[in-house]
């Protein structure tokens, strides 16, 4: 048990649509990125933020999109959904203070289907 | 070529052997290293921090070597239990409290009874 849960748990989207995909993390963590795991690969840095900023990106396009908020809950919003990216998106968070180094404690992620 | 890459596996072995796993990175200015393990259909989770002078957990074994920018776990004494895919991990040391995690494929392994 991490204490970051993400909902939904599933979800099916057709191409073109949005999507909002919301984490909750645990008290103390003032840290939370976002992951995309598509089947057989590893998860992909899409970005992080820190204290409501984001303060880091991976290479993916500005149809993803960020928010934290001031309980340093989470969202995930993706526009204009390719067909590609139907994956498992993990949300992960890590304490406060412990630096760069901090272990990551992951959700158990959100899968999204795009027909 | 990618980032972070590792043997891909699946490896399938019998209870009580011993596995090892290696994963090569690309970025010289990588500063930490990590071992993450995820069960099927479920979130990563840390495993084991890497470090230069190599560092043991229990069965567990991570080694470092900066100069070749080679990282390996090795498994002894495998269990049923150990059955997942192993993700190797990489930081690219951003500045400030900043972090990018970059995965390798993950290698699979499977414990035989």
């Known amino acids: 048990e991490t204490g970051v849960t993400q909902s939904p748990t599933h979800l099916i989207k057709t191409r073109g649509q949005q999507v909002t995909l919301r984490c909750s993390s645990q008290s103390g963590h003032n840290t939370v990125s976002w992951y995309q795991q598509a089947l057989g690969q590893g998860p992909q840095f899409i970005f992080q933020y820190y204290r409501e900023e984001e303060n880091g990106r991976g290479n993916f396009p500005p149809r993803f999109s960020g928010l934290q908020f001031p309980n340093y809950s989470s969202e995930l919003n993706v526009n204009a959904l390719e067909l590609d990216d139907s994956a498992l998106y993990l949300c992960a968070s890590r304490p406060s203070g412990t630096g760069a180094d901090g272990e990551l404690f992951f959700g158990e992620g959100s899968r999204l289907t795009v027909l | 070529r990618k980032e972070v890459e590792q043997d891909p596996g699946p490896f399938n072995v019998p209870e009580g052997a011993t596995v090892a796993f290696n994963c090569t990175y690309s970025n010289s200015a990588s500063q930490s290293f990590f071992w993450y393990r995820q069960d099927c259909r479920k979130e990563p989770k840390l495993l084991m921090s890497?470090?230069?002078s190599g560092n043991e957990d229990g069965r567990f074994t991570a080694q470092l070597n900066r100069a070749s920018q080679y990282i390996s776990l090795l498994i002894r004494d495998s269990k049923l239990s150990d059955s997942a895919t192993y993700l190797c991990?990489?930081?690219?040391?951003?500045?400030?409290?900043?972090?990018?995690?970059?995965f390798g494929s993950g290698t699979q392994l499977t414990v035989l009874p």
């Open positions: 991990v990489v930081n690219k040391g951003l500045s400030g409290s900043a972090r990018q995690l970059t």
């Open positions: 890497v470090y230069s």
